[in-house]
């Protein structure tokens, strides 16, 4: 009996582990490739807590990197524009990745435009429907599913407790993204509230970390009281250094995020993305073991937190009020 050639065995073995994926099984013999496309490398454990809870959630579920899955990391190489997203989204498919897991909207986004086929998780993104990612909560379709960070009356809720820190504030600067497709609809929130309580906003856009140096030293001169940041993908890394800039101009600093809050933020009020993060292993499991991402609806953040930074207090001369300290989940002192 003649042997069939190599080329021809490796094709039928190929063929065969495409078709066990495209039916939701994966081969038992290799860890599952999980794409991931960020500003910057990989961080050490212990320097962002959104991935190191996303991989206790891979733990709960019983996967251990390494044995279970690979964690293939893309990354622009600390530019914080994403034009490079696209390419290694594409990049990531062609190569067969399992699955996309995914922490901002324009990583999510890059994901979409170059695959309709492989799952795509995401946890912690602002409004996964205004932004085209899904159709719907409840009926996600197509390859996307995962968490969302969105509460419509969030922002309302900001300003109050920013007016509760800063009762004489009168002028608010938000730094956005124009680029940012939930930035706008976040904007309208925040200016439909700030009437109300007695705030004026100003829009303040600021898309790159190098533009902070140029951006924020001139609001102090301009009657600006605070800072309002809605959260950029940028931010994780680079919130240390907007922070500084906005502490050497005396302007507080109300943030939208954890990473705000580990980078100085006087009072930061948000989803816990960590816990979104951990959460999100659970879809991720379920997709291996074959359900459809289409058919796990959005979901929606059942964990809020304040987090207070004393330290940045003091340094601004702000009086922080005893019944916010008493409401935080977190105090930095």
Same mark, same amino acid.
């Given at each position: 009996m003649n042997p069939r050639p190599d080329g021809f065995a490796r094709r @039928? =073995? +190929? @063929?065969g582990a495409a078709a066990g994926i495209a039916l939701g099984v994966w081969p038992a013999d290799r860890p599952r490739r999980i794409g991931y496309i960020s500003f910057f490398p990989r961080p050490s454990p212990g320097v962002v807590p959104i991935f190191d809870a996303f991989f206790a959630g891979m733990r709960d579920q019983g996967y251990e990197e390494g !044995?279970? *899955?690979v964690m293939d990391w893309r990354h622009t190489g600390g530019k914080p524009e994403t034009e490079g997203f696209d390419a290694h989204a594409v990049a990531l498919a062609s190569d067969g990745v399992d699955l996309f897991w995914c922490v901002t909207t324009a990583a999510a986004m890059a994901a979409k435009r170059a695959t309709s086929t492989i799952p795509i998780v995401f946890s912690g993104v602002s409004d996964p429907v205004t932004s085209g990612l899904v159709s719907s909560l409840a009926r996600p379709e197509g390859n996307l599913t995962g968490l969302s960070a969105v509460d419509d009356e969030l922002h309302g809720k900001r300003l109050e407790l920013l007016r509760d820190l800063l009762p004489q504030a009168r002028e608010v600067a +938000? &730094?956005?993204?124009? &680029?940012v497709a939930t930035h706008r609809t976040e904007l309208t929130q925040i200016e439909a509230v700030a009437p109300r309580l007695g705030i004026r906003v100003q829009r303040v856009e600021l898309n790159r970390v190098e533009d902070i140096v140029a951006v924020i030293p001139p609001l102090a001169r301009t009657g600006t009281d605070a800072l309002f940041i809605l959260p950029a993908g940028w931010h994780v890394y680079s919130s240390g250094e907007l922070v500084a800039a906005a502490t050497q101009a005396r302007l507080p600093c109300i943030g939208t995020e954890r *990473? $705000? $809050?580990?980078?100085? %933020? &006087?009072?930061? *009020?948000?989803?816990? =993305?960590? %816990?979104?993060? !951990? !959460?999100?292993?659970g879809y991720v499991d379920r997709i291996f073991k074959g359900a459809k991402p289409g058919d796990l609806p959005v979901q929606q953040p059942n964990r809020f937190e304040l987090l207070i930074n004393l330290k940045a207090a003091q340094a601004l001369g702000v009086a922080v009020p005893g019944s916010l300290l008493l409401r935080a989940n977190e105090v930095v002192r």
């Open positions: @039928l =073995i +190929v @063929l !044995r279970d *899955y +938000v &730094l956005w993204m124009p &680029l *990473y $705000h $809050h580990a980078g100085g %933020a &006087l009072l930061t *009020y948000g989803a816990d =993305i960590a %816990a979104l993060a !951990r !959460r999100a292993a």
